[in-house]
């Protein structure tokens, strides 16, 4: 492949992505961002892909943005390198995003993972926002998302302390869908892309949109773009088939259109 710092496969309609920088436990590089955006975007135009597991190799998921290739960075410098356009990037990608992750999840780290639709963890799991502890913040949406997802006292405990959070307080604070043993993590991300794989792509697609939409717009606003998403999914074949096979007392045969 033409990827350095990452590992991708296809196999049965799911894309892999697999962070390969163990050595420094994935510490997510500009270039290695790069190539896992680049990665999500291929997989998102290839119409054998219905479904995206993102991972990382050796001892943790990623253990953060990169520190040697940071530390002497300046404002304009960072301005001028406009990097955040790569992760905004993901936010672009339709289909469903999984990620896998076990170890050190920890602040670049672990604003991809947030990235991710879907996230399954291992037991070992290790989530944080160590940044504080090294005189800055988070800068690639972890204070939004982390916010979002557990509300503004408990965020801000954790990025404020920049401590570790097992794998079961994020479970219960809904930052993880599942905690699993780390042997067996991959086996069941695989079991759960499956099913969603035999899903109509487009239900998916604009379940996703529409999703994302909610943790942004008023109600009101969500709610009119629900709707229009709706009302689309009944010009697609898929629909028609969906509920002739429905009416008919057969299985659907979804082919994406
Ligand atoms: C560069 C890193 C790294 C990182 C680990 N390594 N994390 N290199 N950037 N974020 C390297 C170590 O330097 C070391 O290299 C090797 O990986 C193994 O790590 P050790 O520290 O020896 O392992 P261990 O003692 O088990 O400790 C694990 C750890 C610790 C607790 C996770 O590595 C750690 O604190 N890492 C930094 C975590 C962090 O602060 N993340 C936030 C970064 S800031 P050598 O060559 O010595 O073997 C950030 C901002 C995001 O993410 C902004 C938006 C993009």
Same mark, same amino acid.
């Given at each position: 492949s033409n990827f350095q710092y990452i590992n991708v496969l296809s196999r049965n309609s799911i894309g892999y992505i697999n962070l390969n920088?163990?050595?420094? %436990?994935?510490?997510?590089?500009r270039s290695m961002v790069r190539e896992i955006v680049n990665a999500m975007e291929d997989f998102d135009q290839?119409?054998?892909?219905?479904v995206i597991i993102m991972s990382g190799e050796g001892r943790a998921f990623a253990a953060g943005a990169d520190i040697d290739e940071m530390a002497e960075d300046d404002p304009v410098r960072f301005e001028l390198l406009n990097q955040f356009k790569d992760w905004d990037?993901?936010? %672009?990608?339709k289909k469903p995003i999984i990620g896998a992750v076990h170890g050190f999840t920890l602040g670049g780290g672990f604003e991809l993972a947030l990235c991710c639709d879907i996230l399954f963890a291992a037991e070992n799991a290790q989530f944080g926002f160590p940044e504080i502890k090294l005189g800055v913040m988070p800068g690639a949406g972890g204070t939004q998302r982390l916010t979002k997802l557990m509300g503004k006292t408990k965020a801000l405990e954790w990025l404020w302390l920049g401590e570790p959070m097992s794998a079961k307080e994020a479970l219960h604070y809904g930052v993880v869908n599942r905690l699993v043993a780390p042997e067996i993590l991959l086996e069941e991300t695989v079991r759960f892309a499956e099913k969603i794989a035999m899903q109509p792509p487009l239900s998916l697609r604009l379940i996703k949109e529409a999703v994302q939409k909610a943790v942004d717009y008023s109600l009101y606003e969500g709610m009119q773009f629900e709707r229009k998403n709706f009302y689309l999914l009944f010009s697609s074949q898929d629909q028609k088939e969906g509920m002739k096979a429905f009416i008919e007392k057969r299985k659907p045969n979804f082919e994406g259109k």
């Amino acid at each position: 492949s033409n990827f350095q710092y990452i590992n991708v496969l296809s196999r049965n309609s799911i894309g892999y992505i697999n962070l390969n920088r163990p050595k420094v %436990l994935n510490a997510l590089s500009r270039s290695m961002v790069r190539e896992i955006v680049n990665a999500m975007e291929d997989f998102d135009q290839n119409d054998e892909i219905k479904v995206i597991i993102m991972s990382g190799e050796g001892r943790a998921f990623a253990a953060g943005a990169d520190i040697d290739e940071m530390a002497e960075d300046d404002p304009v410098r960072f301005e001028l390198l406009n990097q955040f356009k790569d992760w905004d990037r993901i936010a %672009l990608i339709k289909k469903p995003i999984i990620g896998a992750v076990h170890g050190f999840t920890l602040g670049g780290g672990f604003e991809l993972a947030l990235c991710c639709d879907i996230l399954f963890a291992a037991e070992n799991a290790q989530f944080g926002f160590p940044e504080i502890k090294l005189g800055v913040m988070p800068g690639a949406g972890g204070t939004q998302r982390l916010t979002k997802l557990m509300g503004k006292t408990k965020a801000l405990e954790w990025l404020w302390l920049g401590e570790p959070m097992s794998a079961k307080e994020a479970l219960h604070y809904g930052v993880v869908n599942r905690l699993v043993a780390p042997e067996i993590l991959l086996e069941e991300t695989v079991r759960f892309a499956e099913k969603i794989a035999m899903q109509p792509p487009l239900s998916l697609r604009l379940i996703k949109e529409a999703v994302q939409k909610a943790v942004d717009y008023s109600l009101y606003e969500g709610m009119q773009f629900e709707r229009k998403n709706f009302y689309l999914l009944f010009s697609s074949q898929d629909q028609k088939e969906g509920m002739k096979a429905f009416i008919e007392k057969r299985k659907p045969n979804f082919e994406g259109k």
